[in-house]
């Protein structure tokens, strides 16, 4: 007999919450952040709706990689929110869910998990979480907040079990996915409401002071491009600005961070 789920949707319903919101737990979907997609195709998008599963089937990564959903292990989580936003500054919005992502995780374990840019979090040097921010046009445009954590997983498939791990593995400590899910879900409530208040400035000195990404030697890489240098800060539109070997501030709104070994 399959153990019983972790994720009791009625504490988390039950919960007090600073705002109303609809919450819905599915044990398996494709994604929950196409499950959301689905919804706003065919209803008026409800801010504020959280959308869990216990497994996915076709978990969605950045660049269209598949994001490991093993069932009864880890958070897969989406959020709907509506912010009014010019679209140079939706990319903060990818900032604002790793740093709830981190601060919601660091409270678990005893050593804190850093971030890395955009949207990475990282635990001895293995990933731990990712967003994926997907944005629906319409009149006021939708952005979609999702969120992997792995939490209890024991193992990882071969093909990433040298760059993923686990809360779990990396502290010994099982974790209640409830428990974790309402810190989430209140520190994303708590980080959303900073940045509609347009304190986009403590937002980003806050996820600058989760990550240890800067002054270390970094390459990116961006389409077929590959830029080095030193990761100097992030600028007030969430860029990160990169001092390259020609001693000149470059700044970059996308690409895949590597930290270079010393
Ligand atoms: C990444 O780091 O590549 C982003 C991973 C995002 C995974 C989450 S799990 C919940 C939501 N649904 C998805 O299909 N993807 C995101």
Same mark, same amino acid.
């Given at each position: ?10 504490? !988390? ?41 216990? =497994? ?24 709907? *929110? ?5 679209? %140079?500054?939706?990319? +903060? ?13 660091? %409270?678990?374990?005893?050593? @804190? ?18 967003? !994926? =921010? ?9 952005? *979609?907040?999702? *969120? ?8 990882? @498939?071969?093909?990433?079990?040298? +760059? ?5 593995? %990396? ?9 974790? +899910? ?44 590959? *830029? ?5 800060? !992030?600028?007030?539109?969430?860029? !990160?600005?990169?001092?390259? %070997? ?12 590597? +930290?270079?070994?010393?």
């Amino acid at each position: 007999m399959s153990k019983p789920s972790d994720i009791d949707l009625a504490v !988390l319903q039950n919960s007090p919450w600073s705002k109303d919101r609809k919450w819905n737990f599915l044990p398996e979907t494709d994604s929950t952040n196409a499950e959301i997609m689905r919804h706003i195709s065919s209803h008026p998008p409800e801010e504020g709706l959280v959308v869990i599963a216990d =497994c996915q089937t076709g978990g969605k990564g950045r660049s269209g990689r598949v994001w490991h959903s093993e069932s009864g292990t880890g958070i897969y989580l989406s959020m709907l *929110i509506q912010p009014n936003l010019s679209p %140079e500054k939706l990319s +903060i919005v990818t900032l604002m869910a790793g740093l709830a992502t981190a601060i919601a995780v660091n %409270e678990f374990i005893p050593q @804190p998990a850093q971030l890395k840019w955009p949207n990475d979090l990282l635990l001895n040097n293995k990933k731990i979480a990712g967003v !994926l =921010c997907e944005y629906h046009a319409t009149k006021v445009p939708a952005v *979609i907040i999702g *969120i992997g954590i792995n939490v209890n997983h024991t193992q990882f @498939p071969a093909d990433i079990k040298d +760059i993923a791990t686990s809360l779990k593995l %990396e502290s010994g400590l099982e974790i209640n996915r409830t428990t974790l +899910i309402r810190q989430l879900v209140t520190q994303l409530d708590f980080q959303y409401d900073e940045l509609k208040n347009n304190k986009v400035q403590t937002l980003i000195d806050n996820w600058t002071r989760h990550s240890d990404l800067f002054g270390k030697s970094i390459s990116i890489k961006k389409g077929d491009q590959i *830029i080095t240098g030193k990761a100097l800060k !992030l600028d007030p539109l969430g860029r !990160l600005i990169l001092l390259n %070997e020609s001693g000149k501030e470059i700044a970059l709104d996308s690409g895949e961070v590597r +930290i270079q070994k010393k």
